[in-house]
């Protein structure tokens, strides 16, 4: 296979020379195609920062030339192709999704473009710039160089505000002295803007409800220095109005709790905590709608107050609409006040509402399927913006990809019903200003479930919960469960899978305890919500920790022997997981990907193994790609070669240690089609060793030396964020094999991997 990829180079150099001729011949006579143009940035003095500087004339510097892809112009060749008179059905399709239009030497307007860059450099302070422009020209191409001569930036010697009117001028005063505008700032255009922003923003939050940025001026003046120094003004335009220049107060807050634009019944006014809410029957109680709303009558008008109020309404779940409007008061207006009536209309959604969703389906555990969801909701419950949803759910589901294996095949069926009350349900009274951002949510659920692993069980199994979640600000998320309870019941089980348990003492008391209780909490702190950043970062915080409370309600038996609750044993165990990601998105919608696991679970005092449900596993699509799910690990054990295990079969492989590491190059390929280059690293391990992995399981330091390791390429096809995900991958460290034969990248036995979402 080596000696074919050396003649790669050679056909693609081939391949590329027939295809230039190809599209020079299209080129008409007189013209030349443009391939692009660079910029040459000439100085005498050190320009700070000068690749952004750079990057900003280099957005003038247009038209822009015809995409290539490898560095073939397929546009532009579809586009020549589609002017045949019979270009065939092909050619017009591929014109349709790639063609572009020939960019020529005379569209550039050489001119036009170094007036431009002329007029970016004075606004950051370069004037009396100058730009000039040189072709290089071959017989049927052309580029073009611009080179800009940048001389020293003129620098801010003083800010200052002008005179200006009461009683906004000590405000406006306040401000500049807590500008970031310094002394010997360059010039700076885009930054003057920004400040004006700023200002106007902080009038705003004092009360200032007519201003804009628009009434703002710079003036600078250099009379006073010849060595390029000025002096910044800040004045206000000429005619400003005057209900511009005042702060308002609220003086009534109205709030309309079931509002429909089309309802002409005469409604009825109740006044709770100097609100008035309007509504022609009670729709939404008072007492329970009031903590959300933070204006309060006698308030300096303050936008951040009305966006938190609306955003707070919005996350109730009861309503489709949040519209605050205000409206002025002008009779009783003075000279140095304006008088505001806010006015929230809350549109309610539908009562009740029935979803029936056809799905498919994708688990971490590399089970794919259809699913039937059957949902059945009905909103504000008892008045307070309750929601209460039931939800029946069939599916069925089949293990992809080969291996030996068991149990490939799943039938599922589940019933969850869960009540949401959008307060905290709690014995003791919070103060209702103690959750500045968002009020948080009290979740309660009870879930039974069916599973049949076909040639292995069947499980059934129960679950409540009590619990919290709400949002600390806008990238913070905390949940919080003082009550998890679950129950399962191993139930129909074969003799295939009765000897798997014999083989596996330790796997065997992971199923016996079927009794768990405790508390889990998650932090989540997620950057990725702002889809245009540069840096993004993701971090989540999960501990799990059960058994200690229900101890002590637990009945005793003889020394030695597990301690039951209700007949049944319980597991005791803590478990902690970190999952770090990082995002570095650049160019045009590439982005490079890492990602960091860590988890470690102990049990203790009433266990000596984590429940099978709580243990973690290694490979599949969500895990470390280049090998087949639960097939990685633990630590060294190699299943082919266990003398205990002829067949080589065996059942999903799991431990209480996971670590992971991710590293994926994303880039676009055409349309909703995007493309990863990626290389994975993990595995799983026991503290305590299990005798039926012959001790290759347990952790040791040198874990490092134990991580899987592969690499591979991926295909997404990404439609308004829902992702079909094909990730193709070879091991190149295998840590179940003998340890000189571990590094060998195994690219002619690939794992293909099917998933719905990114990986991370």
């Not at 040459?40 to 920062?49: A, G, H, L, N, V």
């Not at 750079?54 to 015809?66: H, S, W």
């Amino acid at each position: 296979m080596k000696r074919h990829l050396k003649y790669i180079p050679i056909l693609l150099f081939i391949f590329g020379s027939f295809y230039s001729c190809s599209i020079s011949k299209y080129i008409p006579e007189g013209e030349r195609l443009y391939s692009g143009a660079k910029l040459k940035i000439e100085s005498d003095s050190i320009i700070k920062y000068e690749d952004r500087l750079k990057a900003e004339l280099e957005t003038v510097m247009l038209p822009e030339p015809n995409t290539k892809i490898l560095g073939i112009n397929l546009g532009l060749y579809y586009y020549y192709k589609n002017q045949k008179e019979h270009p065939g059905f092909i050619n017009r399709w591929l014109y349709k999704k790639l063609g572009q239009k020939p960019v020529y030497q005379s569209a550039v307007k050489t001119f036009d473009v170094e007036q431009l860059l002329v007029n970016r450099l004075e606004n950051r302070g370069f004037f009396y710039s100058t730009a000039t422009s040189k072709f290089k020209e071959s017989d049927k191409r052309a580029s073009v160089t611009y080179t800009v001569n940048v001389p020293s930036p003129y620098r801010m010697e003083t800010y200052q505000v002008d005179s200006l009117p009461a009683p906004i001028d000590e405000e406006i005063e306040e401000l500049v002295k807590n500008s970031r505008m310094r002394k010997n700032m360059r010039f700076d255009l885009p930054r003057m803007k920004l400040e004006r922003l700023r200002i106007d923003a902080e009038l705003k939050k004092r009360g200032y409800y007519n201003f804009n940025e628009g009434f703002l001026i710079f003036e600078a003046d250099t009379n006073r220095y010849d060595n390029k120094k000025f002096d910044l003004f800040l004045k206000l335009k000429n005619a400003v109005p005057e209900k511009s220049i005042v702060p308002y107060r609220i003086s009534k807050v109205n709030i309309y709790p079931s509002y429909e634009i089309s309802d002409s019944i005469q409604a009825t006014t109740t006044r709770y905590k100097d609100k008035n809410y309007i509504e022609k029957e009670v729709f939404f109680k008072p007492k329970y709608l009031d903590p959300f709303i933070q204006l309060k009558e006698g308030e300096l008008y303050n936008p951040e107050t009305s966006r938190n109020t609306a955003r707070r309404l919005s996350t109730i779940g009861a309503y489709k609409y949040v519209n605050i409007l205000y409206r002025e008061i002008d009779s009783l207006a003075t000279d140095s006040l304006g008088l505001l009536e806010a006015n929230i209309y809350l549109s309610p959604l539908n009562k009740r509402a029935f979803r029936a969703e056809l799905q498919v389906v994708t688990k971490s555990n590399s089970f794919s399927g259809p699913a039937l969801a059957l949902t059945y909701s009905n909103r504000n419950l008892f008045g307070g913006g309750e929601t209460y949803n039931t939800t029946l759910k069939v599916g069925y589901e089949a293990q992809l990809g080969g291996g030996k294996s068991t149990g490939k095949s799943s039938l599922e069926f589940g019933l969850k019903n869960e009540l949401i009350f959008p307060r905290v349900l709690f014995p003791v009274k919070i103060n209702d200003d103690f959750f500045k951002y968002s009020i948080p949510k009290t979740k309660t659920s009870i879930s039974i479930d069916y599973l049949d692993r076909t040639q292995l069980y069947t499980l059934l199994s129960g679950t409540a919960l009590f619990g919290y979640y709400w949002d600390a600000n806008r990238y913070v998320t905390h949940q919080i469960n003082p009550i998890s309870v679950s129950y399962t019941d191993l139930r129909k089980t074969t003799p295939e899978f009765e000897q798997i348990l014999e083989d596996n003492p330790f796997l065997k008391r992971s199923f016996e305890q079927q009794f768990i209780s405790g508390l889990n909490y998650s932090f989540t702190y997620n950057e990725m919500i702002d889809g245009q950043k540069t840096h993004q970062m993701y971090v989540n915080f999960a501990l799990d920790v059960a058994g200690n409370s229900i101890s002590l309600l637990a009945k005793k038996h003889e020394a030695g022997a597990p301690k039951t609750v209700f007949g049944s044993e319980y597991a005791q165990y803590a478990k902690a997981d970190l999952d770090f990601h990082y995002h570095l998105n650049f160019g045009k919608q590439q982005t490079i990907a890492a990602r960091l696991f860590a988890g470690y679970g102990l049990a203790y005092g009433n266990s000596d193994v984590i429940p099978f449900v709580k243990q973690y596993y290694a490979g599949g699509p969500y895990s470390v790609r280049a090998f087949k799910i639960r097939s990685l690990g633990p630590g060294t054990y190699n299943a082919d070669e266990d003398v205990n295990n002829p067949t080589g079969q065996n059942f999903d492989k799991t431990g209480n240690i996971r670590l992971e590491a991710n590293l994926e190059y994303r880039f676009p390929i055409y349309s909703f089609f995007k493309g990863a280059i990626f290389a994975d690293a993990g595995n799983i391990w026991n503290s305590k060793e299990n005798p039926t992995f012959g001790g290759k399981d347990k952790f040791t330091s040198n874990f490092i030396n134990e991580l899987g390791m592969g690499a591979g390429v991926g295909l997404r096809v990404d439609i308004q964020s829902f992702v079909i995900r094909f990730d193709l991958a070879a091991p190149f460290h295998d840590p179940s094999l003998p340890k000189k034969q571990r590094f060998n990248f195994d690219i002619a036995n690939p794992i293909l991997n099917f998933a719905i979402g990114y990986p991370f």
